[in-house]
């Protein structure tokens, strides 16, 4: 396949350099960051360019691996193209290509961060096309990437993009509290790095309601005052403390 | 040394046979569900009995290994003893041994599960003494379990455990919500099992703060009331994306 890729991010580059490796044709690089297009572009053996007029127009994809605010406006901006147009967000649904003639979405699940080492063939890409056609030309792209490409349509997409912020960004939070707990009483936050890797391998094999324990759990109202009255009355921690204890012991 | 156990659960079976191991002798196992307590005792070549009436004066160690809420009525029914008597709670203060003589707390951290496959010498104990000489010969001990032992007093070890609570019961709670959200729209939990992983290793090595991605740390407004209209307004899911939106955007 002849690409294209927009973008000079995380998801381009990780993007652009797995599918230069699984031996695809880079043709080009956009990115408003002109030193870093240029860089990404060398290591894809593609030329960097900086405005559309310059788009080839004989790719077979088009990845807009840029931020979610911007795909819109640059999806309105492209001349008739005969190749596929992808972009890449978990919480923007596939209509707003809706004025193109052939596209869809890759989303890779995994938060992509500048780190070399990311096993790219371990992450989930979502992939959604206008056609069938453009669907399964998609997912047989992104499943020489990564077994683990499957099919989903833009409500699913969300319902995982939002789960992925509870159960990342959310719990990484938790996490933020909990070190600053300790912190606040001397303590270092190694004491607990066992207990959270602990808590995440629980998960693999145990479905999160089966893994649950604590106070909540058990319905030890005597501890959950003590806790309280340590965290004090009215702040953000109290407020997290209640409604986590509600939903574990109420389930949702 | 000589050591008494009461309770004949998880703590007094992985605490028990820890100190066996250890070469320690376990005099007597005291335990409610008589038959687990006779099975413990078998296993630590050691005398099961029921009633106060038994208690070997001898030991050097009692180990109160039971619910929170039994061990002050516990500690108030024990004669007059010489050697040490600790629990193993980490939301009850020192002081509810405070009645007896030399009295102390050995509080594993980790979340200790009946599975046998635990690695005891990963655990961190924190160690607590009435004296400086009980608080030694506590240590002392628990070193040669776990390296991990270290000394804290009450305030901190309540800390440790509120801290647990965040990190482990809330973030498995959140994984819950993300397992809901999952299964409510026809997708496997199989999907956030590598990024849950990913989660707990960042901050293996980075302070949480630092490994915070998403849409509330780029303060993506426009993600955000994506998933709060996908979500649906007055939930507990919806007050719980706010709150931490709100702890990741400002701090708490």
Known sequence: MKIVIFGNGNVATHLGKAFFEAGHGILQVFGRNRAR????????????VGGLAELDL?????????????????????????????????????????????YGVIYPLQSITKSADLAIRTVPFAVEGNTGQTTALLLGLMRKISPRAFVCNSQQRLALHLAAVFANNFANALFQIAHEILQENGLPFDLLKPLILETAQKVQTHAPRDAQTGPAKRSDARTIRTHLDFIGKKNDRAEIYRLMTKVITNGE
């Open 37 to 48: 297009a240029q860089e990404l572009a060398t290591a894809l053996e593609a030329k960097a």
């Open 58 to 102: 004989t790719a077979d994809l088009y990845l807009l691996a840029v931020p979610d605010e911007a795909i819109a406006s640059l999806a309105e901006r492209l001349p008739r193209l005969k190749g596929v147009v992808a972009h890449c967000s978990g919480a923007t649904g596939l209509s707003v290509l809706g004025g193109l003639q052939d």
